[in-house]
T-cell receptor, first 113, second 114 residues
Framework: DAKTTQPTSMDCAEGRAANLPCNHSTISGNEYVYWYRQIHSQGPQYIIH???NNETNEMASLIITEDRKSSTLILPHATLRDTAVYYC??????????????FGTGTRLKVLA | AAGVIQSPRHLIKEKRETATLKCYPIPRHDTVYWYQQGPGQDPQFLIS???????DKGSIPDRFSAQQFSDYHSELNMSSLELGDSALYFCASSFRTSGSYEQYFGPGTRLTVT
């Protein structure tokens, strides 16, 4: 029941902006979009999240389209250490009133020197 | 800052054996989640607990059980292990009571069933 679609892989030159797209056309009005990344086989690392407004933090920016059917994660100045699998996740409310993450297939970003 | 702790980090078991994985959430976090990530696959949600009560269940096999204890740590018990159970098992925690739902993941336990 994946709710996101991402490109399988992308390359980005070191120092350039990395723009990672995500489609979530079936997202519901109160479901948030989260981005995580996983380096090698480490635990996924939180990057950023948003509902409908664009968000920015020290790691990245998140641009969400007005219809909320897609979003883009932007790493402004990619470094070699940003090479990882990036997951676009929809946070779904469960019947018990809690939340769970639905992981998509992720984008394998490779930053090239 | 303290992170999620998982133990053991690596575990090798034989088929039909049992295994217990432990997770210690970030201090003050009240919710624990378990995920399974098979080789080359995406993390799959197994089960979660909030305030020591099971709050949601995903694709967890009946051979697996889990609980959250009074100190908020959690254990995932796996019985009658099969070769297909070989995977990375991640625990994540969040502080739901604060209204913040970001999940912070531990380093994972790599289980190998031979």
């Amino acid at each position: 029941d994946a709710k996101t679609t991402q490109p399988t892989s992308m390359d980005c030159a070191e120092g350039r902006a990395a723009n990672l797209p995500c489609n979530h056309s079936t997202i519901s009005g109160n479901e948030y979009v989260y981005w995580y990344r996983q380096i090698h086989s480490q635990g996924p690392q939180y990057i950023i999240h948003g509902l409908k407004n664009n968000e920015t933090n020290e790691m990245a920016s998140l641009i969400i389209t007005e219809d909320r059917k897609s979003s883009t994660l932007i790493l402004p100045h990619a470094t070699l250490r940003d090479t990882a699998v990036y997951y676009c996740i929809v946070r779904v409310e469960t019947t018990s009133g809690t939340y769970k993450y639905i992981f998509g297939t992720g984008t394998r970003l490779k930053v090239l020197a | 800052a303290a992170g999620v702790i998982q133990s053991p980090r690596h575990l090798i078991k034989e088929k039909r054996e049992t295994a217990t994985l432990k997770c210690y959430p970030i201090p003050r976090h009240d919710t624990v989640y378990w995920y399974q990530q098979g080789p080359g696959q995406d993390p799959q949600f197994l089960i979660s607990f909030y305030e020591k009560m099971q709050s949601d269940k995903g694709s967890i096999p009946d051979r697996f059980s889990a609980q959250q204890f009074s100190d908020y740590h959690s254990e995932l018990n796996m019985s009658s292990l099969e070769l297909g159970d070989s995977a990375l098992y991640f625990c994540a925690s969040s502080f739901r009571t604060s209204g913040s739902y970001e999940q912070y993941f531990g380093p994972g336990t790599r289980l190998t069933v031979t």
